[in-house]
């Protein structure tokens, strides 16, 4: 009985909701549909993109608005939509749900659960397409960003609120860079976001196991509209990931979003506008793809104490076709952001891994933000890269070299490879240092160049238990001190006595 | 012009129903000069549904089960 009663409360409160007046609603008559795009006639009101009711659920984005008629992108299937329907405004912007409890979740661009997990509390509606904030609510960017990534940290480093793009072609670990960097937020109090736009599922599920077997699920959000959602869900993609970012920096957190790739973005859109018969440009992308891009990006900010404090960094992805960074998106994009990382087919075949050329890359804001150590190794290295690529070049011609040339070579061979890291292994920015503080001051010179990987992880760890103290004291000072390098001095010098076998054969 | 207004009930309206209904109608539309259109449909079980413009009033049973069945 008691049961029962429960059940009845149940009913009944859920009952008290019910609206007992009759609420005008916003009618419309469908016209014509056809790829996706519904045309309707009424609907008088409606604002610019505002959600209309297709009806079973499914919803749709008013785009254009013309004199007699307006332009619905369906946003699911739709496909039982007939002509002669009625479909209703909503009076709800385009907007996302937002939650704490989004993190650790997949979510469509409309914030529907993908992951099989059950409904969120949903905290408020976040609007997708939001002025970025204005000049007086900025600060500079001074915190840095730690990807985990030797040669990004020290030659292309990123600042919290900094927007870095990674260009490349396909099958250049692009989102390999970016995942590894997620990865390294796991002390890092950053939640992150990941947009993935028109991805194969498959490798959307390899990600998100990924992302849960190392843990890093517990400070990000996935946001995924796959190859198969219709091009207006994954035109709305890195919108609804802004959005939740948004919602974190409110609270004065540290956001990174990735979105994985915005040239498919801007191939949606492409899609979406030519449906709509917007006129087109050049390579057929729509006039304001560029604006698209650039509001987009332009969200990316670090906001002032007064303002919370927060952050959010951007790392979009483009993908470029036969190493060509000068096409229409790829320049777009290049131009919107701070900076950029190129990662290149040849490196890669050549198995230089993140397979960045150093040449190309710039981060124009980033070194700003680089902690004191940081700089004070990556400059001699960079001067020692610089040095040896010349000379690599010019000694192709002969092999007669004379002893400074060769040892200038063998040092650069050594400080090259060990910016060789696998992407999903990041290293703490104190590890990294030590590692290219070694390098650059020549204690690698005498190990053979095969065992330098095995050298490097051991002397890590190394470093680890014999002298924990070099680490606490590079987080804590932020910089080398004198007595520090000659800790480590002494360090590195005992581990290189303590495996005879890396080390060069003598010649007599 | 005259406003198009679409009223949609289950059975045919009375005279006295239809007279009431222009009133509600001239009163929401704000003008006198009315085309009244009325459509039969079993389908919405019971109530009235009124449409004037792209404005819609509905009170019918079958949109309080709908909204109904959106609560849940």
Known sequence: MAKKSSFLTDIEKKLKNFPSTTEPRLVGEVESFGDGVVTVSGLDSIMANELVDLGRGELGLALNLNEETVGVVALGDAAHITVGQPVYGT????????????????????????????????????????????VMARQSVSEPLQTGIKAIDAMIPIGRGQRELIIGDRGTGKSAVALGTILNQHDQDVICVYVAIGQKRSFLSQTHSLLEERGAMKYTVMVVASASDTAAKQYLAPMAGTAIAEHFLKQGKDVLVIYDDLSKHAQAYREVSLLLRRPSGREAYPGDVFYLHSRLLERACRLNPEHGGGSITALPIIETQANDVSAYIPTNVISITDGQIYLESDLFNAGVRPAINVGLSVSRVGSSAQIKAMKQVAGPMKLELAQYRDLEAFSQFSSDLDPATKKQLARGERVAKILNQGWDTPLAVQEQIVVIWAATRGYLDGIQVDHIREWESGFIQHVHDTADDIYTSIVKEKKLLDETETALKKVVEAYNELHPEWHIAKEE | MAQHVTVTTAVELTATQRKEVMQVAQAKAGTQEIELKEVVNPAVIGGIRLTIGSKQYDATVLNQLETLRNLA
């Open chain 1, 91 to 134: 009076g709800r912007l385009l907007s996302v749900p937002v939650s704490n409890e989004l993190i650790g979740r997949v979510v469509d661009p409309l914030g529907t659960p993908l992951d099989g997990k059950g409904e969120f509390s949903i905290e408020g509606y976040e609007e997708m397409e939001k002025i970025a904030p204005g």
